[in-house]
């Protein structure tokens, strides 16, 4: 690295330092929370942001996590202080986390600006706080580390191991058929989240915590390590050990963000098999480090990045199997050859040193490139008259005879609509029908909530039904599963064509073309775009109305067009 900063450098000396009124009761006022001159004076001033909250299940640790951190800032001569930040609970926080993910990235980074701030801690995990505190951080690019909260322990049901999202899914569908009895769910229900962490299957908690650190944003392999397990809490010091260093050695977050580390980035995502979520997820956090990526950057390296870890929902096992069989280090130390090592990380070292000589110590869980779980990344963008800014489905999670389909359209206006009837006797659908909700996207829904995973009708379900072609323009959790196109862009509430889809329709799905059709002409189509009228407004006032003023569609990240980008904001005058 370059020159060390001198104390007199730091960002909060401008607050510490002068021997002035205001510095006056910057001093006293931090003397009146029983620190004293040495505690801080010409010391980092580190922010851990914490997204703890009692609502948020996966991050019940992050308070002795915090202290942890603080032991390592101490230790690292860091004068350490905790500032909490929205928590984003993915599964209480309605309508839907991804709402708030930009409100999160919106506080990180004016926490960090308005406070005399010289790196930061970041303490995320569960699904949307990953994105939000990354997006925050690289827009103020103060030095800042990822502390990932990890996965909770494999669930447990009659020997049997659960995973977060995909068994739940998997026995609603056996309840709905008779297959397993009230106090069987009962019972799944005590055994299936054992222990704080975020979901421990490869959704999009995981995902997004290994995108993290394939960015160089988090300590090597921490995103694999258990929540409780010690290993953890010693992550926890070591990142608040690490992040004093590097505030003097001022290593900052668009200095490890290039288009190289995205693309590091996107070949994780890939390998993992990981969620859609993480497509959005990645194009707003690089529109944040000024770095551009099209739908298409996915697909293309999708194509040379194999799918590797045999993990729920598209493969067998768990996250605490993937930490033992050698965690993300040992995956991408078999992949090396695939990745640009040379990206420079939070350590101060380069990706490629950072998991020199990592194991696999399961080559059934984590694959190689000779041995994958398939050739191919398993995320696949589609276009067509459906979706002409695109569309995504993960094919490693859905039944490989749905991949080529055509077959008649039954349309759901919005999630009321679709919860009102999809197990009416009467609907009239079959095994070929395709399933399309409309209105949940990033403004109908609002905010994208998860309902892509249409269920399967129950009717179907008693004859065994257990995949159908979905279509809509929401997400679907990373531990989802089935044949279900999502994100569909432009979405239905600003007119995009699935606004115009009528039921008995023919909708063809072709995935190895990468085309999504809807079989109509295009003078049909036009003419019902002429005659389709926009939904009144959901907000009128507050956030909702930000929100619904500002935020992108899914094809540009659903971030908000005003913190996009790297124009300069000027530090504040301290007065
Ligand atoms: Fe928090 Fe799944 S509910 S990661």
């Not at 308005?114 to 995320?124: E, F, N, T």
């Not at 997004?208 to 010690?230: Q, R």
């Not at 990045?305 to 930490?323: A, H, I, Q």
């Not at 006797?425 to 309902?451: F, I, K, T, Y």
Request: charged share 25%; proline share 6%.
């Amino acid at each position: 690295m370059g020159t060390r900063k001198k104390p007199e450098e730091l960002r909060s000396h401008r607050w510490y330092g002068p021997q002035d009124l205001r510095s006056f009761g910057h001093r006293s006022r931090t003397l009146q929370m029983g620190h004293s001159h040495p505690d801080y004076k010409g010391k980092p001033v580190i922010a851990i942001i914490n997204t703890w909250s009692d609502i948020n299940n996966c991050h019940s640790h992050f308070r002795q996590r915090a202290e942890e951190v603080k032991r390592g800032v101490w230790q690292a001569g860091g004068y350490p202080l905790e500032m909490p930040a929205i928590a984003l609970a993915e599964v209480f926080q309605k309508p839907s986390t991804m709402m708030y993910r930009n409100f999160l990235a919106m506080e990180t980074e004016e926490l960090l600006r308005s406070y005399p701030v010289d790196g930061c801690v970041l303490m995320g995990g569960c699904d949307k706080t990953t994105p939000g505190l990354l997006m925050g951080a690289i827009s103020m690019n103060v030095p800042a580390i990822f502390m990932p909260a990890g996965p909770m322990l494999r669930g447990n049901w009659q020997g049997k191991t659960l995973g977060s999202g995909s068994d739940v899914w998997k026995y609603w569908d056996e309840l709905r058929s008779g297959n397993i009895t009230g106090r069987d769910w009962t019972q799944i229900e005590e055994g299936i989240a054992r222990s704080a962490g975020t979901c421990m299957t490869m959704g999009t908690a995981s995902t997004m915590t290994g995108v993290a650190e394939a960015l160089g944003f988090s300590l090597p392999n921490s995103s694999t390590i258990p929540a409780v397990d010690s290993n953890h809490s010693r992550m926890a010091e070591f990142s608040g050990r690490r992040i004093v260093e590097m505030v003097w050695e001022d290593l900052k977050p668009r200095d490890i963000l290039t288009e190289k580390s995205f693309d590091n980035a996107i070949r994780v995502l890939m390998a993992l098999g990981g969620s859609t979520n993480g497509l959005i997820h990645v194009i707003a956090m690089a529109g944040r480090a000024g770095i551009s990526i099209p739908l298409e950057r996915f697909e293309q390296i999708g194509q040379r990045t194999p799918y590797l870890v045999n993990m729920r929902p598209s493969g067998k096992y768990l996250m605490e199997d993937f930490y033992y069989a050698g965690g993300l280090c040992g995956m991408l130390e078999g992949m090396r050859g695939l990745l640009d090592v040379d990206e420079l990380t939070c350590t101060g070292k380069t990706l490629g040193e950072n998991i020199a000589g990592a194991k696999i110590h399961n080559a059934d869980v984590i694959r190689t490139p000779v041995n994958p779980m398939q050739p191919e990344g398993g995320l696949i963008v589609l276009r067509g008259n459906l979706a002409p800014d695109g569309a995504v489905i993960k094919s490693t999670a859905a039944d490989p005879k749905l991949l080529q389909h055509a077959g008649r359209a039954m349309v759901f206006e919005d999630y009321n609509d679709m919860a009102a009837r999809i197990d009416d006797p009467d609907l009239d659908v079959d095994a070929d029908s395709v399933l399309v909700l409309r209105n949940a996207g990033p403004l109908g829904g609002p905010g994208m909530p998860e309902w892509g995973m249409l269920p399967i009708p129950k009717k179907l379900l008693k004859q065994g039904v257990r995949d159908m072609v979905r279509i809509s323009d929401a997400r679907m959790s990373g531990t989802s599963y089935g044949t279900c196109v999502l994100h569909v862009s432009p979405e239905s509430w600003i007119g995009g064509p699935l606004a115009l889809v009528r039921t008995g329709d023919i909708i063809e799905l072709d995935v190895p073309a990468r085309k999504l059709t809807l079989k109509i002409s295009d003078e049909e189509l036009a003419g019902r775009r002429e005659v389709w009228k926009p939904k009144a407004k959901k907000y009128e006032r507050g956030y909702g109305k930000i929100f619904s003023q500002h935020v992108s569609q899914a094809d540009k990240g659903c971030d908000f067009d005003f913190l996009e980008g790297t124009a300069p904001i000027p530090e504040p005058e301290i007065h």
